[in-house]
Nanobody
Framework: VQLQAFGGGLVQPGGSLRLSCAAS????????IGWFRQAPGKEREAISC????????YYADSVKGRFTISRDNAKNTMSLQMNNLTPEDSAVYYC????????WGQGTQVTVSS
């Protein structure tokens, strides 16, 4: 089971980024998949997840209305569209898949700065 996140980078406040996470070694159809983030000196924060068929999503209050999670089971991928970014969104973002066991991808750095 491998997950690879990509799409992070440096963006100005108010800008957008799209993170993606590609799964290999398993099919994501039966997994809840989602994203955490961790900023320096802060605890890891669960920010969004989506159930196996995409019918149910969760967003942390801190990102609600700005971030959108999606998945493509046919491609074994998921994405996190992040709009109206603020410096408080700067963190390392981690994707995961969960079926009773949580599998983590490596993080991708998002920096929001002018």
């Amino acid at each position: 089971v491998q997950l690879q996140a990509f799409g992070g980078g440096l963006v100005q406040p108010g800008g957008s980024l799209r993170l993606s996470c590609a799964a290999s070694g398993f099919t994501t159809d039966y997994y809840v998949i989602g994203w955490f983030r961790q900023a320096p000196g802060k605890e890891r924060e669960a920010i969004s997840c989506i159930n196996n068929n995409g019918a149910s999503t969760y967003y942390a209050d801190s990102v609600k209305g700005r971030f959108t999670i999606s998945r493509d089971n046919a491609k074994n991928t998921m994405s996190l569209q992040m709009n109206n970014l603020t410096p408080e969104d700067s963190a390392v973002y981690y994707c995961y898949a969960y079926d009773g066991t949580k599998y983590w991808g490596q993080g991708t750095q998002v920096t929001v700065s002018s």
